[in-house]
């Protein structure tokens, strides 16, 4: 199969390992081999976190630069410093509760590309769920609606419902399928 | 059950690279291991750790990487099956129990795993632990993927055990840290329990010992040779007369490389996974088949130099390259566009890396380097220190842990840092021949690593400086492993000792201790006074629980969130002083994320209008 490249960007404790987990298993799931390759260490200490994950038939585990198929950013200013990593043509979806999202300048970048991008007040979302730590489940839900490759939202949905610890499994799903249906309603910036 | 006790084997297991080495070795009859924790090597201890409650693995946190090298010794010369796992600066550390127990050898398998970090991803330095493989006499394998790290480290305990010499299994931060999926084998957890057969004629080292078993380790370095010209961890892919000498993950960007510039044809790749002692003659006879080789290996010319000195041998005049401004740079980790970029130069194929958006219109993100955390108890200290030696001419030596984010502004409360220990180490020095005041940091998990000796010279040799300990409770940085300061009801385990900061500094001849709660500025800020004003070595010991750490605590109370009130006159000293992540400027104003803040109340002390006040309940 083709690689699907997929860059995962945010800040350190804002869950990316977990996101990382829920492509991973979601990869696992269906047969898919997968290799990710992430920032440790001091990913809990609020600085730039990235994480590169290859999905088909990759040797090597990074995502070389204008090959990312799509990226997903827990941050708005993350997500500008990762666009050298995103393909013409492809998405970026983003977590902006600024509603500013993205900046002149960004914007005329993204359209020189032909580069979709799709945000979503998720932290806000999340919040207002009473999960505000899972911005990172509100960007999955999110970026679910636009139907990437090679995961239907039905499959994210239940790899979130599988591999989250019990106490969190109701609200994981809250916060993933209320991002889902917003992002339903959305279209690109 | 710990995930990595499955004995489904019916499914392919997704895992990081350290649960792979940690699985790896319960296949292979691991009993005991040893560590202290270190990035990237730690998710393998962890996962030891964890798994030692619910198994008959052995494992321990030992004070420092040597105490750990020195327990694997032991275990493994009583018959049972070991590792010693440490980060690449760990083996320095440990290096002077390895080298000798090189000579000494083992009965039973033991694996010293050392994680290197090409980049300095978390590390001080990116040296290139191969070399410890060539300076101890040491077997060495280095895998290139997940999978094969986890089918490599059982091999390396046979190996071990049928030569009888320890062997070094080195990673990198890209195998640590990546995700695969894995097949499992059947679990095979060893018993630690042992037998010692005294043999003092080849244990005990002595000059006359050593003498006869240094002859005793070349001969078994020979017998290594053997196994690396037939190891299939050395193989050779292709038939076309460009050759590729690589190994770790190199191997996997080369490949890459290889199929995107569609070179199959052409080229012939040696993967080396056996890299101490090299497969001499394997490598040879690659070169003969060759016409040109280009060697990838992430770090030093290991692997070069010594294929220069192979094709010297057999007269050989190809060319060999590696190591070269046009293709591969002994700085920092490699990427796939590296490899691509240097074998399209080296074997002078046209190729144009594609274009790298140009992203000069978008605005400059500055860096976003890992900070203290919102009430991380680190931040008062440094704050209160800062105040205390306000007029002073003033030099603060670190140390490794997560206080040495503490060195950004605002705070800017670092100004050397080597190594472990160094805090203390450098800080009589610094006082001596600078005549400043000296004022050094260093954790709690670092001070037993390696603290403590530098604390019994500078009490004997009757220096002048200040020692600050930060004690919260655990190893931080590393992610919250215990040391033998802390308490293990927090990780609700008993059958542990307990070591008080206080009683060492004391029995180590300290005059002048004083322990203070940081998060009470006012009298910490006094207490620091007194101890900088003491002629002689003075400890401060600052103890509060981690913040991040404390979160699954029960014995620390939650805190309610503060908040800046419409008392506030916009001084900000709370933002230019503290750099809490838990601030932020609405319109120009400090406000304080409710989510963030951890109520540790130190901003609102050293507001002058008393404008933050801790959030009400809601009615």
């Known amino acids: 199969m083709e690689t699907t490249n997929v860059i995962l960007c945010g800040l350190g404790g804002q869950g990316i390992l977990f996101m990382t987990k829920i492509f991973a298993h979601a990869a696992l799931g269906k047969g898919f081999n997968i290799i990710g390759a992430e920032t440790h260490g001091m990913a809990q200490r609020g600085g730039s976190v990235i994480s590169h994950l290859k999905i088909g038939d990759p040797e090597s585990s990074l995502v070389r630069a204008g090959s990312a198929d799509f990226l997903v950013a827990l941050e708005e200013n993350e997500s500008y410093r990762n666009l050298?990593?995103?393909?013409?043509?492809?998405?970026?979806?983003?977590?902006?509760?600024?509603?500013?999202?993205?900046?002149?300048?960004?914007?005329?970048?993204?359209?020189?590309?032909?580069?979709?991008?799709?945000a979503a007040p998720a932290s806000q979302m999340a919040g207002e769920l009473g999960a505000s730590l899972s911005t990172n489940l509100a960007m999955i839900g999110f970026y679910s609606a636009f139907n990437e490759k090679p995961f239907t939202s039905g499959e994210l949905r239940e790899t979130v419902e599988r591999i989250s610890p019990e106490r969190f499994r109701e609200l994981n799903l809250k916060v993933f399928d209320t991002a889902h249906d917003y992002g339903k309603s959305q279209g690109p910036v | 059950m710990h995930k990595l006790l499955t004995n489904d084997q019916s499914k392919k297991m997704m895992v990081l690279g350290n649960e792979a080495i940690a699985r790896g070795a319960l296949e292979a009859g691991l009993a005991f291991a040893a560590t202290y924790p270190g990035t990237p090597s730690s998710e393998i201890s962890l996962n030891f750790f964890q798994i030692s409650q619910e198994s008959d693995l052995y494992f321990e946190y030992s004070a420092n990487e040597k105490v750990a090298m020195e327990m694997a010794a032991a275990a493994a010369n009583s018959g049972v099956r070991s590792m010693a796992i440490m980060k690449h600066v760990g083996l320095n550390v440990a290096a002077d129990a390895l080298m000798t127990l090189a000579y000494v050898g083992v009965k039973a398998g033991l694996v010293v795993l050392t994680a290197d970090d090409?980049?300095?991803?978390?590390?001080?330095?990116?040296?290139?632990?191969?070399?410890?493989?060539?300076?101890?006499?040491?077997?060495?394998l280095e895998p290139s993927s997940v999978e094969e790290a986890k089918e490599m480290v059982g091999q390396a305990l046979g190996i071990s055990e049928q030569l009888q010499v320890p062997v070094l299994f080195r990673t990198t931060t890209r195998i640590n840290h990546s995700t695969a999926p894995v097949d499992l084998k059947p679990l095979n957890i060893g018993k630690p329990e042992g037998k010692f057969d005294k043999d003092p004629m080849n244990y005990v080292t002595v000059p006359a010992i050593s003498r006869r078993l240094h002859v005793k380790l070349l001969e078994k370095l020979e017998k290594a040779k053997e196994l690396s010209e037939t190891s299939p961890f050395n193989f050779i892919e292709g038939t076309g007369k460009w050759g590729i000498i690589c190994s770790g993950v190199s191997y996997n960007y080369?490949?890459?490389?290889?199929?995107?510039?569609?070179?199959g044809d052409k080229t012939r790749i040696l993967r080396i996974g056996f890299s101490n002692p090299l497969p001499e003659q394997k490598i040879k006879a690659f070169l003969k088949d060759c016409d040109q080789v280009l060697v990838a290996e992430e770090g030093e010319p290991f692997l070069e130099e010594a294929v220069k000195a192979f094709a010297q041998e057999e007269a050989l005049t190809l060319k060999i390259k590696g190591k070269d401004k046009d293709l591969f740079s002994r700085l920092y980790e490699f990427n796939p566009a590296i490899a691509r970029q240097a074998m399209a130069n080296f074997f002078g194929i046209p190729y144009t890396p594609p274009a790298i958006a140009d992203t000069s219109d978008v605005p400059e993100i500055p860096n976003r380097p890992p900070n203290l955390c919102a009430g991380c108890s680190h931040r008062a200290t440094f704050y209160a220190v800062k105040k205390a030696a306000v007029g002073r001419n003033t030099i603060y030596p670190t140390d490794i842990g997560c206080y040495t984010l503490g060195f950004l502004p605002p705070l800017s409360m670092a100004d050397f840092l080597i190594c472990m220990g160094s805090s203390v180490g450098t800080?009589?020095?610094?006082?001596?021949?600078?005549?400043?005041?000296?004022?050094?940091?260093i954790g709690d998990s670092t001070f037993f690593h390696s603290g403590i000796p530098g604390l019994a010279s500078a009490v004997f040799n009757n220096h002048n400086f200040t020692l600050v300990i930060l004690d919260n409770g655990t190893t931080a940085m590393t992610g919250h492993q215990p040391n033998p300061g802390v308490q293990m009801d927090d990780w609700k385990l008993d059958g542990y000792g307990r070591v008080s900061i206080e009683n060492v500094v004391r029995s180590l001849g300290v005059q002048h201790v004083t322990v203070i709660k940081p998060l009470k500025i006012n009298k910490s800020i006094d207490a620091i006074k007194e101890a900088i004003d003491y002629q002689g070595v003075s400890v401060i010991i600052s103890e509060e629980v981690c913040v991040l750490f404390a979160k699954g605590l029960e014995r620390v109370k939650k805190r309610k969130s503060f908040r800046v009130t419409d008392r506030c006159k916009n001084h900000q000293d709370c933002v230019k002083e503290l750099g809490c992540p838990a601030f932020y400027m609405a319109d120009d104003r400090p406000a304080i994320d409710p989510v963030m803040c951890v109520g540790c109340a130190v901003c609102a002390q050293i507001c002058p209008e008393n404008a933050i006040s801790p959030v009400k309940d809601k009615a």
């Not at chain 1, 995103?86 to 359209?111: C, E, M, T, W």
Request: aromatic share 14%; net charge positive; hydrophobic share 40%.
């Open chain 2, 254 to 263: 080369v490949s890459d490389a290889v199929k995107d510039l569609g070179i």
């Open chain 2, 427 to 441: 800080a009589g020095a610094f006082s001596k021949v600078t005549g400043d005041k000296v004022i050094s940091f």
């Open chain 1, 84 to 118: 050298p990593f995103v393909a013409s043509h492809a998405r970026i979806y983003v977590n902006s509760d600024s509603g500013k999202f993205p900046v002149a300048q960004v914007k005329s970048f993204l359209q020189a590309h032909e580069i979709a991008a799709y």
């Open chain 2, 118 to 140: 090409p980049f300095m991803f978390s590390s001080q330095n990116e040296q290139d632990n191969r070399y410890y493989a060539k300076l101890g006499g040491l077997p060495m």
